[in-house]
């Protein structure tokens, strides 16, 4: 299994509309290295869901349960999406400022390349961010 960060806007699509729909199509991103990202996940992997421009916090997990295909949102069918099913929220959101304030995130891609909105994860990552917002993977 890999581990994954996907960033959303939550005035355009946040966490509580992700819990309300259950499963979603992650469409819309147009860059190529996040789209590259999309193309590597697998059904099961799990994903940090991110609230970016506003809050700036990752909010909780969603699993993916489709692997990519043509994004209905790209009329040009250059680009890819995925489905992700809501897993579960976190206790206590962890924001960007307490990540970036731990040196043991310095190689994280989203303190590295911050405007990418789909990245990997590493294990010893997950799980600290894991921890740190007080999520337990549910049996």
């Known amino acids: 299994m890999a581990y994954w ?3 959303s806007e939550p005035d355009v699509f946040g966490w509580n509309q ?3 729909n259950g499963v979603e199509p992650w469409t819309g991103v147009r860059n190529a290295m996040a789209a590259n990202n999309l193309k590597a996940m697998k059904q099961g992997d799990l994903s940090f869901f991110y609230h970016s421009n506003i809050g700036k916090e990752i909010v909780g997990v969603v699993r993916v349960v489709r692997e990519a295909y043509p994004d209905p949102t790209d009329e040009t ?3 890819v999406c995925v ?4 897993v579960s929220g976190f206790a206590k959101p962890v924001t960007l400022a307490e990540i970036k304030a731990d040196p043991e995130f310095a190689e994280l891609a989203l303190v ?3 405007r990418l909105s ?3 994860v590493s294990e010893p990552h997950w799980k600290k961010l ?3 917002g007080g999520w337990k993977k549910p049996k």
């Open 77 to 79: 069918g250059r680009w």
């Open 83 to 86: 489905d992700v099913q809501t």
């Open 130 to 132: 894991a921890k740190m």
């Open 5 to 7: 960060l996907v960033k």
């Open 18 to 20: 992700q819990v309300a």
């Open 112 to 114: 590295r390349m911050s």
């Open 118 to 120: 789909v990245m990997a």
